[in-house]
């Protein structure tokens, strides 16, 4: 037997071809054409956010005249101690959480029966995703004119024999208002999410568990829901994502009212930036809710991205 001593053995050293295949020069020239794209998503998106953390370190009101200075963080700890913005992060909360979580339960009943063959089937599918096709101002227009008015809504309309057909929706409950919108019209998204995850069942999976005596709720809770989870947390972070900053519906139903009982970050901060004129506040604002939400969407599509990689190995 031979014994090899390692520490007087010469190692071998891989090192990468300068030219050919896999070498520098070769990485670096499909590199090259990739850098106009990177440098004006640079300049299109983190360009202006530096500009924002500049104006985030200064007290700057438009209304005042030569008021501009430098104040280091004291912008910052305005916002953390400004009882407003915290009552509006908790709107933003409860819109952004509850409309996903609607839409989500929504969109799995309608895509449950869609999911099953009847007679005009497409014609109901045309119609169920119509709404998501509707821009949102004037979806929310829709909403507040034609279904929400309190004398001629359609809503009170259907709510009259129920003793609540005089009720003023976008008044009395704003935010319940301005989420109705959004559920309707993020609803068909959830829903054709979900119908491609149903649609993408194996068949021989659920005709093996019909003949060995499952029911169909015992199908459904045991073999549907574990198979639509990754397409379920899909929909719910891209909903989050999008939905954390709605601004039409609110812009055009409720203004934020009554006083800040309908707004949501996004729109508070344009309250505080072009009708309060407080530049250097709003910019902080602006810097926190942007930090917070690349925050909250990176540990989420980590959670997808894992869900979806795990699915598939063990496929």
Same mark, same amino acid.
């Given at each position: 037997?031979?014994?090899?001593?390692?520490?007087?053995?010469?190692?071998?050293?891989?090192?990468?071809?300068?030219?050919?295949?896999?070498?520098?020069?070769?990485?670096?020239?499909?590199?090259?054409?990739?850098?106009?794209?990177?440098?004006?998503?640079?300049?299109?998106?983190?360009?202006?956010?530096?500009?924002?953390?500049?104006?985030?370190?200064?007290?700057?009101?438009?209304? &005042?005249?030569?008021?501009?200075?430098?104040?280091?963080?004291?912008?910052?700890?305005? /916002? #953390?101690?400004?009882?407003?913005?915290?009552?509006?992060?908790?709107?933003?909360?409860?819109?952004?959480?509850?409309?996903?979580?609607?839409?989500?339960?929504?969109?799995?009943?309608?895509?449950?029966?869609?999911?099953?063959?009847?007679?005009?089937?497409? /014609?109901?599918?045309?119609?169920?995703?119509?709404?998501?096709?509707?821009?949102?101002?004037?979806?929310?227009?829709?909403?507040?004119?034609?279904?929400?008015?309190?004398?001629?809504?359609?809503?009170?309309? /259907?709510?009259?024999?129920?003793?609540?057909?005089?009720?003023?929706?976008?008044?009395? #409950?704003?935010?319940?208002?301005?989420?109705?919108?959004?559920?309707?019209?993020?609803?068909?998204?959830?829903?054709?999410?979900?119908?491609?995850?149903?649609?993408?069942?194996? *068949?021989? /999976?659920?005709?093996?568990?019909?003949?060995?005596?499952?029911?169909?709720?015992?199908?459904?809770?045991?073999?549907?829901?574990?198979?639509?989870?990754?397409?379920?947390?899909?929909?719910?972070?891209?909903?989050?994502?999008?939905?954390?900053?709605?601004?039409?519906?609110?812009?055009?139903?409720?203004?934020?009212?009554?006083?800040?009982?309908?707004?949501?970050?996004?729109?508070?901060?344009?309250? &505080?930036?072009?009708?309060?004129?407080?530049?250097?506040?709003?910019?902080?604002?602006?810097?926190?809710?942007?930090?917070?939400?690349?925050?909250?969407?990176?540990?989420?599509?980590?959670?997808?991205?894992?869900?979806?990689?795990?699915?598939? *190995? *063990?496929?």
């Amino acid at each position: 037997m031979t014994v090899i001593d390692r520490a007087t053995t010469p190692t071998r050293r891989t090192t990468r071809p300068e030219t050919g295949p896999g070498s520098r020069a070769d990485g670096w020239s499909r590199r090259i054409p990739l850098l106009p794209a990177l440098v004006f998503t640079f300049i299109i998106t983190q360009l202006p956010f530096i500009v924002t953390i500049y104006y985030s370190l200064q007290s700057w009101n438009l209304v &005042r005249p030569g008021s501009r200075h430098f104040i280091g963080l004291g912008n910052y700890a305005k /916002v #953390f101690t400004d009882s407003q913005f915290r009552q509006v992060t908790l709107n933003t909360v409860v819109l952004t959480v509850g409309s996903v979580l609607i839409a989500v339960a929504l969109g799995l009943l309608l895509a449950l029966m869609l999911n099953r063959a009847f007679p005009g089937r497409g /014609v109901v599918r045309t119609l169920l995703i119509t709404p998501f096709l509707i821009t949102p101002v004037a979806a929310a227009l829709l909403w507040k004119t034609t279904l929400l008015d309190p004398t001629y809504g359609l809503v009170n309309f /259907v709510l009259g024999p129920f003793g609540a057909g005089k009720t003023d929706w976008i008044s009395t #409950f704003p935010l319940l208002a301005v989420m109705m919108a959004i559920v309707w019209q993020w609803t068909p998204f959830m829903m054709l999410l979900i119908l491609a995850g149903l649609q993408s069942q194996p *068949a021989d /999976v659920l005709e093996a568990a019909a003949v060995d005596g499952a029911s169909s709720l015992g199908i459904f809770r045991e073999i549907t829901i574990p198979h639509l989870r990754r397409f379920i947390e899909l929909g719910i972070v891209l909903g989050t994502i999008y939905l954390i900053n709605v601004f039409d519906q609110i812009y055009m139903m409720t203004q934020g009212g009554p006083g800040i009982a309908s707004s949501n970050l996004p729109f508070y901060i344009y309250q &505080r930036a072009f009708l309060g004129f407080d530049v250097g506040q709003s910019a902080a604002m602006g810097v926190v809710v942007a930090i917070l939400t690349t925050i909250v969407a990176t540990f989420a599509l980590r959670l997808i991205f894992r869900t979806f990689s795990g699915n598939e *190995a *063990a496929a």
